[in-house]
C-alpha cells in the first residue's frame, strides 16, 4: 500500500501570529514555522497504515522554502520520502488553488490513500482533503478518530455532532484523520538521522503543468479587505476565595442578569 | 432582489438554530430560499417559512444520506447552477464546510469559512472572520462566482419574518461517482437534556481542575440552564466525551456566557471560547492565563466554589 500524506507548514500557534500588511497574507517573518501539529496525527496513521505491507510512505507540501522543514519533520517520524512544491507563484494562493496544486502533485505520484489532518492550524478552513477529493473524483472518508486499513478498504469512525458514524470506501481514497486518532511517536535518534538520507523532490508549478495565473494571492477567489487585532478585553474582576467566592459569583451573574 | 440560497442544518426535519440565523442574515443580502435536503421537510417548513425563506427547495433521495457528504453537494450544485443564486449561506460544521468545499470547486466560486458576520457591501457579499484563535478579525469578499459562505453558530439572533416557505420540489440524480463513501452504522448520540453545546447562551466547562468529577460543574450548569463543555485534558483523560470538547480541535462556543473552571485557558482552548460575550473563570492558579480574558475570576478551589454557587443561584431563583 502506497500512501501519501499532505502536511503544511504553519506558523507556531503558541506564537503571536500576525499578517503582513502589505498584502494581507499571513505573515511568516515574524513568527517560527513549524509542521502543523494537527498533520502530525496525519503521518502517524499513514505510518501504521503501511507498517505491514511493501509500500511507501510520501510526504507532500505545498509551502515556502522553509516548509522544508515539515517535511523533515515527517521523514524523522518514518516516511519514506518528501516532495515539495515551492515557487514564488504560490504565495497568497487561497483554498481553492491550494487544492489544484495538491490535485496536480498528487497525479505525478503513485498512491492507494492519501491522508490528511482535519485542520490546519493557521486557515484551520478543513476543507483541503475534501476540495482534492472533489478534484480528483475520489471517495473522501473525513474526520476519521479511527482508521483501519484492511486490504483495499479504509473504514473510519467518525464522531459527528449528532451521531457517531461509520464511514467505508475503496482505494484510491482520501482520508481525513482528528487529534482523537492516537498521539504521533516523536521521531527517535535514529529517524532523525536516517532522515537526512531520505530523498525530497522539489517541483514548480511549471512542473505540474500549471500557469501562474492560476494560483496566488492574485488568483484567489476570495479578497481580504481588511484586518485588525481583537480590541483587548478590559480587566475583569477578580477575587480570591475566602469561603465566600462562589457566593460573590453568583452575586456577579445575578447583576449580569445571568440568574 | 436576488435569491439568496440557505442549506437547512437539520436532523430529521428538525431545524437547528443556526438555520434561523442563517435566513436572518441571508435577508440582508436578498430574499431568503431554503435548501432542504433529506427527508422531513413537512416538519420544517413551518419554522422556515417563520424566519423568512420565501421558498423551500426540497432535494430527498436515499443516496442523499447514505453516502457521506458528496451526493449533497453534487445536489446542491445543480440546484446552484440552475437558479443563479446571489449567494449561498451554510453552516460553519465540519459536514457544512465539507459540503461548502466541494461546491465551490463544482461551481468554481471562492469560499470563505468559521464567519461570524455576513452583510451586503460595496465588494458584494462581505465577511468578518475571527482568526488566529480569535486574536485578529478579518474583514473578506468573494471574487469569484456564487459567494459561498460558512458561517459559525450564534454569528446572529434569529428574527421572525413570516414569509410564504412554499414547498418546491426538485428531483435529483445522483452520479455513481458521489457514491463512494457510504454511511454503514450510524449511532446517534444520547440526550443529556442540556441544551445544545453551539446553540446555548450559557456554557460552563470543566478542565483538568476537577480531578476528573464533573458532578460539581454538572450541577452548576443545571442551576443555569446551561450547557456542559470540556478541555481537551478533560477529554483525553477520558472524563468527558469528545463531542463537548471546546477548543480548536473541537467546539466554537460564543455563547453570551461562558464559565471556565480548572481550564489554565491555552491557546488551543481559547480558540474556541474567545468570542463569548461574558467570560468567568474559577481557577486555584492566580497566574492562570484565562484570567487574562475574564470580565469576573475567582481564585478558588473549584470543589469549595462551584457547589456554594450553585446553592446561591438555586436560592435566587427561589
Ligand atoms: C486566517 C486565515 C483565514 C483564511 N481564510 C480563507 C478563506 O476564508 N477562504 C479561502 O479560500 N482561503 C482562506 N485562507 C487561505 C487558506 O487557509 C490557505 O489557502 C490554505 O492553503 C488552505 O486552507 P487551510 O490552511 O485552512 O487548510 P485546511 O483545509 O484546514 O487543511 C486541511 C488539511 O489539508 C492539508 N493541507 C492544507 N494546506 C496544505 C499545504 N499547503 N500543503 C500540503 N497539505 C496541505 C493538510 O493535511 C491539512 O491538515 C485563510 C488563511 C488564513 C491564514
Ligand atoms: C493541535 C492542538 C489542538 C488542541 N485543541 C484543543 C481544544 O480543542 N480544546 C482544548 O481545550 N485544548 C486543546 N488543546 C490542548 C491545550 O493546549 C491544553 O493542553 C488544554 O486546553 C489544557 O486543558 P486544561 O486547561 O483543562 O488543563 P491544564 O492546562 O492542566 O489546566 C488545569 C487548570 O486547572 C487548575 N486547577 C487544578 N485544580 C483545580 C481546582 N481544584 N480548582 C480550580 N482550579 C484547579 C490549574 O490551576 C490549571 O490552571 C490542543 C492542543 C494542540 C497541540
Known amino acids: ?259 | 432582489m436576488s435569491e439568496i440560497f440557505v442549506l437547512v442544518d437539520h436532523v430529521d426535519g428538525t431545524v437547528r438554530k443556526t438555520t434561523g440565523e442563517l435566513l436572518t442574515l441571508a435577508r440582508r443580502l436578498g430574499t431568503p430560499s431554503a435548501v432542504f435536503i433529506g427527508s422531513g421537510a413537512d416538519s420544517a417548513q413551518a419554522y422556515l417559512a417563520k424566519f423568512g425563506a420565501e421558498k423551500v427547495y426540497v432535494l430527498d433521495a436515499p443516496e442523499l444520506t447514505e453516502y457521506l457528504v458528496a451526493p449533497k453537494a453534487e445536489a446542491l450544485a445543480e440546484l446552484v447552477s440552475s437558479k443563479q443564486p446571489g449567494a449561498v449561506l451554510i453552516s460553519s460544521s465540519a459536514e457544512g464546510k465539507e459540503i461548502a468545499g466541494r461546491l465551490a470547486i463544482k461551481t468554481e466560486s471562492g469560499l470563505i469559512t468559521d464567519a461570524v458576520d455576513v452583510r451586503a457591501g460595496g465588494d458584494g457579499v462581505e465577511t468578518t472572520q475571527s482568526v488566529f484563535a480569535g486574536n485578529f478579525t478579518v474583514e473578506a469578499t468573494v471574487t469569484k462566482g456564487t459567494p459561498i459562505v460558512a458561517v459559525k453558530p450564534n454569528s446572529a439572533a434569529p428574527e421572525e419574518s413570516p414569509a410564504a416557505g412554499a414547498l418546491e420540489p426538485v428531483s435529483v440524480t445522483i452520479s455513481d461517482a458521489a457514491k463512494t463513501a457510504k454511511i454503514t452504522d450510524s449511532k446517534p448520540r444520547a440526550a443529556t437534556g442540556r441544551p445544545e453545546l453551539t446553540e446555548a447562551a450559557i456554557v460552563v466547562s470543566g478542565g483538568r481542575g476537577t480531578g476528573g468529577d464533573f458532578s460539581q460543574v454538572e450541577a452548576f450548569a443545571d442551576s443555569l440552564g446551561a450547557a456542559v463543555g470540556a478541555s481537551r485534558a478533560a477529554v483525553d483523560s477520558g472524563w468527558y466525551p469528545h463531542s463537548f470538547q471546546v477548543g480548536q480541535t473541537g467546539k466554537t462556543v460564543s455563547p453570551q456566557l461562558y464559565v471556565a473552571n480548572g481550564i489554565s485557558g491555552a491557546i488551543q482552548h481559547r480558540a474556541g471560547m474567545q468570542t463569548s460575550k461574558t467570560i468567568v473563570a474559577v481557577n486555584k492558579d492566580e497566574e492562570a492565563p484565562i484570567f487574562e480574558l475574564v470580565d469576573f475570576g475567582v481564585v478558588g478551589d473549584l470543589k469549595e466554589v462551584l457547589p456554594q454557587a450553585t446553592d446561591e443561584v438555586n436560592k435566587r431563583k427561589g
Not at chain 1, 494537527?38 to 509500500?55: K, N, R, S, T, W
Not at chain 1, 504565495?91 to 489544484?100: K, M, N, Q, R
Not at chain 1, 472533489?134 to 455532532?161: F, M
Not at chain 1, 504521533?184 to 538521522?193: N, V
Open chain 1, 1 to 259: 500500500m502506497n500512501i501519501v500524506v499532505c502536511v503544511k507548514y504553519v506558523p507556531d500557534a503558541t506564537a503571536d501570529r500576525s499578517f503582513d500588511s502589505s498584502d494581507s497574507t499571513v505573515d511568516r517573518e515574524g513568527v517560527d514555522g513549524l509542521l502543523s501539529e494537527l498533520d502530525e496525527y496525519a503521518v502517524e496513521q499513514a505510518l501504521l497504515a503501511a507498517e505491514d505491507g511493501d509500500g511507501e510512505v510520501t510526504v507532500l507540501t505545498v509551502g515556502p522554502a522553509d516548509a522544508a522543514d515539515a517535511v523533515r519533520k515527517a521523514l524523522q517520524m518514518g516516511a519514506d520520502k518528501g516532495v515539495h512544491v515551492e515557487d514564488d507563484d504560490i504565495a497568497g494562493s487561497d483554498a481553492v488553488a491550494t487544492s489544484l496544486i495538491l490535485a496536480k502533485a498528487l497525479g505525478t505520484l503513485e498512491y492507494d490513500l492519501v491522508f490528511f489532518g482535519m485542520s490546519s492550524t493557521d486557515g484551520t478552513m478543513g476543507v483541503v482533503p475534501t476540495m482534492v477529493a472533489e478534484r480528483l473524483g475520489l471517495p473522501a472518508v473525513t474526520y476519521g478518530s479511527e482508521i483501519t486499513v484492511d486490504g483495499s478498504t479504509v473504514t473510519v469512525r467518525r464522531d459527528g455532532d449528532v451521531a457517531t458514524e461509520t464511514i467505508t470506501a475503496t482505494a484510491p481514497a482520501v482520508v481525513s484523520v482528528t487529534d482523537q486518532s492516537g498521539e504521533p511517536r516523536y521521531p527517535s535518534f535514529k529517524g532523525i538521522m536516517a532522515a537526512k538520507k531520505k530523498p525530497v523532490e522539489d517541483l514548480t508549478l511549471s512542473d505540474l503543468g500549471i500557469d501562474a495565473s492560476e494560483v496566488g494571492l492574485g488568483a484567489a477567489w476570495t479578497k481580504v479587505l481588511s484586518f485588525a487585532p481583537r480590541p483587548p478585553r478590559s480587566a475583569g474582576e477578580i477575587v480570591t476565595d475566602e469561603g465566600d467566592g462562589g457566593t460573590k459569583l453568583a452575586e456577579f451573574l445575578a447583576s449580569k442578569k445571568f440568574v
